[in-house]
């Protein structure tokens, strides 16, 4: 059996996203998706003391509508000094904060000098992996070749990557189009999100879930991370 996951990328995304890389033996980044603005794809929420922020990398989108998220180009370079001296003003006091902050500045140096939103994207994504102890392949959606609608490319995404079972998140019930993986032989599984534990949280209460991964790192740190996490929990993620 091999259970693959397919998702576009996002910016420092939240647990759950980190839960379905988890879940599954090879996680694909679809990239060659087109870009929406003002999604998560160049953004993520972060707890401060009134309340949540966006941190957001800024994308050169005049005259470049329908581009794929692999074109998308960082219009300003100061971004990453910005985003890192955000998370020093909120998470300074955050009890693991210390011991998790030189990996996560270092990031933000290497990141401020790439211009493809996607790269920095998979940066962070991979080093945080590391992080979470989480093994998983990850590859692009590049490395495959990709036709057909939305649910075919999904399809023919798994076929070409020896999927038998594809893991995705609720949100897709609404378009994907589930025949079409069971005629090929690929048995939908589907991520639940409910059931998350709450953590020792900065600026609490209110506890709020929905935000970046770094919150959890800064605030109970890498190693006991996974405790928050449900793929960590008997059963795996689905």
């Known amino acids: 059996m091999k259970r693959v996951a397919i998702l576009q990328s996002s910016y420092i995304p939240w647990k759950g996203y980190f839960d379905i890389i988890a879940g599954v033996d090879e996680f694909i980044l679809y990239d060659d998706a087109q870009y929406t603005k003002n999604d998560w794809r160049n953004r993520n929420l972060i707890k401060t003391s ?3 922020a966006w941190l957001t990398i800024p994308v050169l989108f005049k005259g470049k509508f329908g581009q ?3 074109e998308a ?23 693991c904060f210390a011991a998790v902050a030189p990996t996560i500045r270092s990031l933000y140096e290497h990141a401020a000098a790439e211009r493809s939103l996607s790269n920095v994207n998979r940066l ?3 080093t945080v992996c590391d992080l979470l102890g989480i093994a998983t392949r990850i590859t692009r959606s590049a490395d495959y070749q990709i036709f057909g609608n939305r649910t075919e490319r999904l399809v ?15 949100s897709a019930r609404v378009y994907l189009e589930e025949e079409k993986f069971a005629a090929r032989g690929i048995a939908i599984r589907w991520m639940g999100y409910a059931g998350y534990p709450e953590y020792p949280q900065l600026h609490n209460p209110p506890f709020i879930h929905e935000v970046s991964i770094l919150d959890l790192l800064f605030n109970v740190g890498a190693g006991k991370a996974a405790r ?4 960590a929990r008997p059963g795996g993620t689905a």
Not at 73 to 94: C, M, N, V
Not at 160 to 165: D, K, L, M, N
Not at 228 to 231: K, N, P
């Open 156 to 170: 023919h995404l798994c076929e070409q990557a020896g999927a038998t079972e594809y893991l995705t998140g609720p």
């Open 68 to 70: 794929k998220i692999c």
């Open 124 to 126: 962070f994504l991979c």
């Open 73 to 95: 180009e960082i219009g300003d370079p100061r971004w990453a000094a910005r985003h890192w001296k955000s998370l020093q003003t909120f998470y300074a006091r955050a009890d």
């Open 50 to 52: 009134t309340g949540t």
């Open 228 to 231: 928050y996490m449900l793929s």
